[in-house]
């Protein structure tokens, strides 16, 4: 059954604590990416990977860290630097382009964190 | 130049009427418009997606709109059923492995 997998659903996190969000994927892509998704902000991009063992920050990276040691895996680290973390947060993947026009992300279920 | 900017915010249709989202970009090196539906609690599902070089694209329900010379789309879904409540996102990318824009999202509810 393939697909993206996150993990755990729901995290609840004390402040000052660094956490981290799991995200796997069997659909044999090459890029993934992380999302956080706030109340009537849409989606914004925190890093992404095209490939192993290198990965970019997006528009918001600030206090988060990744890793991509593995294609099938993206975990993003939320550290205490990040001074708003309660959100829900995506991960997606996409598949290597094609050249015959799809551009899709897949998303995972997402992990909702909260800070207590 | 990145921005997508969407609209309505929020959205209330009666069952079997019209559901119409709208969305502006700037940037005309985008070159890929898909719209994703996200449900509560769990993450966005593609919906439906269109390149520049067509003016619309019709899937079941559901028609995206292109205008390339105002760089505006919609979306467009007919017959809206309860079913179809949900978010909806339209999303820009200029391909490859280029990241997505995302606008800020409709909440759409379908009243019987």
């Known amino acids: 059954d393939g697909g993206i997998t996150q993990s755990p659903k729901y995290l609840f996190r004390k402040e000052g604590q660094n956490v981290t969000l799991s995200c796997e994927q069997n659909l044999n892509h090459d890029a993934m990416y992380w999302y956080r998704q706030d109340p009537g902000q849409g989606l914004r991009l925190i890093y992404y990977?095209?490939?192993?063992?290198?990965?970019q920050k997006g528009d918001i990276a600030e206090g988060y860290s990744v890793s991509r040691e593995k294609k099938e895996s993206f975990p993003l680290t939320v550290t205490s630097a990040q001074k708003n973390p309660t959100a829900f947060y995506l991960c997606?993947?996409?598949?290597?382009?094609?050249?015959?026009?799809?551009?899709?992300?897949?998303f995972g279920p997402g992990t909702r964190l909260t800070v207590l | 130049q990145q921005q997508v900017k969407q609209s309505p915010q929020s959205l209330i249709v009666q069952k079997g009427g019209i559901s119409i989202i709208n969305c502006a970009y700037e940037n005309t090196a985008f070159d890929y418009f898909p719209w994703y539906q996200q449900f509560p609690g769990k993450g966005p599902a593609l919906l439906i997606a269109?390149?520049?070089?067509?003016s619309e694209k019709k899937e079941g329900r559901f028609t995206i709109s292109f205008n390339k010379s105002a760089k505006q789309f919609s979306l467009h879904i007919m017959d809206s059923q309860p079913g179809d409540s949900a978010t909806y996102f339209c999303a820009a990318s200029k391909g490859g492995y280029q990241k997505v824009t995302f606008g800020t999202g409709t909440k759409l509810q379908v009243i019987p």
């Open positions: 990977s095209q490939i192993v063992n290198d990965f």
């Open positions: 269109i390149r520049p070089d067509v």
């Open positions: 997606a993947s996409k598949p290597r382009p094609s050249g015959r026009g799809t551009d899709t992300q897949y």
